[in-house]
Nanobody
Framework: QVQLAESGGGLVQAGGSLRLSCVGT?????????MAWFRQSPAKEREFVAG????????AYADSVKGRFTISRDNDNNMVYLQMNSLEPEDTAVYFC?????????????????WGQGTQVTVSS
């Protein structure tokens, strides 16, 4: 089992950028997992933001973040990142890193068995 810990959240003005990081620790190889970012705001259920397969060659994004957010991973250092540009107040949420043993990226949160504690992102208007 891999354990996940997010960092990089904070307060930013609309139009600004943040980069979230997630480090994986544990005995199982980080590289075998599908990795994803989800987010949850008080007014909404948790939603898929972006996902990446084990090699980094396949990615998926929610329509609301396409063209603004980029997910990437560094298996050598057990890291996954979410670069967020052109941030909007609607992006305000707690962002979670998640891992899935599946072979292909899925937006279904039920497929993700390991979750981090989350990091708060607040975008002011």
């Amino acid at each position: 089992q891999v354990q996940l810990a997010e960092s990089g959240g904070g307060l930013v003005q609309a139009g600004g950028s943040l980069r979230l990081s997630c480090v994986g620790t544990g005995r199982r190889s980080f590289s075998v997992h599908i990795m994803a970012w989800f987010r949850q705001s008080p007014a909404k259920e948790r939603e898929f933001v972006a996902g990446i397969n084990w090699s980094g060659e396949s990615t998926a994004y929610a329509d609301s973040v396409k063209g603004r957010f980029t997910i990437s991973r560094d298996n050598d250092n057990n890291m996954v990142y979410l670069q967020m540009n052109s941030l909007e107040p609607e992006d305000t949420a707690v962002y979670f890193c998640a891992a899935s043993p599946r072979l292909s990226v899925t937006m279904d949160e039920k497929s993700y068995s390991t979750w981090g504690q989350g990091t708060q992102v607040t975008v002011s208007s």
